[in-house]
Nanobody, 111 residues
Framework: QGQLVQSGGGLVQPGGSLRLSCTAPVFIFETYIIEWYRQDPGRSRAWIGGITPDDDKRYADSVKGRFALSRDSVKNTVYLQIDSLRPDDESVYYC?????WGQGTQVTVSS
């Protein structure tokens, strides 16, 4: 069935931007909504948003305006662009589709 492979993340200064990637198997990419979550220490994963195979996008209210989803059908990859990063954006970010989870990627916001 394959797996979701994440990339991106790392250390970013406040106010900076970052793009996270999630590459999926073709069948998954073309069939299922791909969603992003974040998980802070000691807390459950929180939904950020999702993008459908038809490029319909939904976002949690808390991230509207700063987070943007997109997809590249050639690379079978979904992107999560995060702008104007704040310290409270610091978290581990996961992508999810069907019954698959990405491995997670750490985003650290610090000057």
């Amino acid at each position: 069935q394959g797996q979701l492979v994440q990339s991106g993340g790392g250390l970013v200064q406040p106010g900076g931007s970052l793009r996270l990637s999630c590459t999926a198997p073709v069948f998954i990419f073309e069939t299922y909504i791909i969603e992003w979550y974040r998980q802070d220490p000691g807390r459950s994963r929180a939904w950020i948003g999702g993008i459908t195979p038809d490029d319909d996008k939904r976002y949690a209210d808390s991230v509207k305006g700063r987070f943007a989803l997109s997809r590249d059908s050639v690379k079978n990859t979904v992107y999560l662009q995060i702008d104007s990063l704040r310290p409270d954006d610091e978290s581990v970010y996961y992508c999810h589709a069907h019954n698959l989870w990405g491995q997670g990627t750490q985003v650290t916001v610090s000057s």
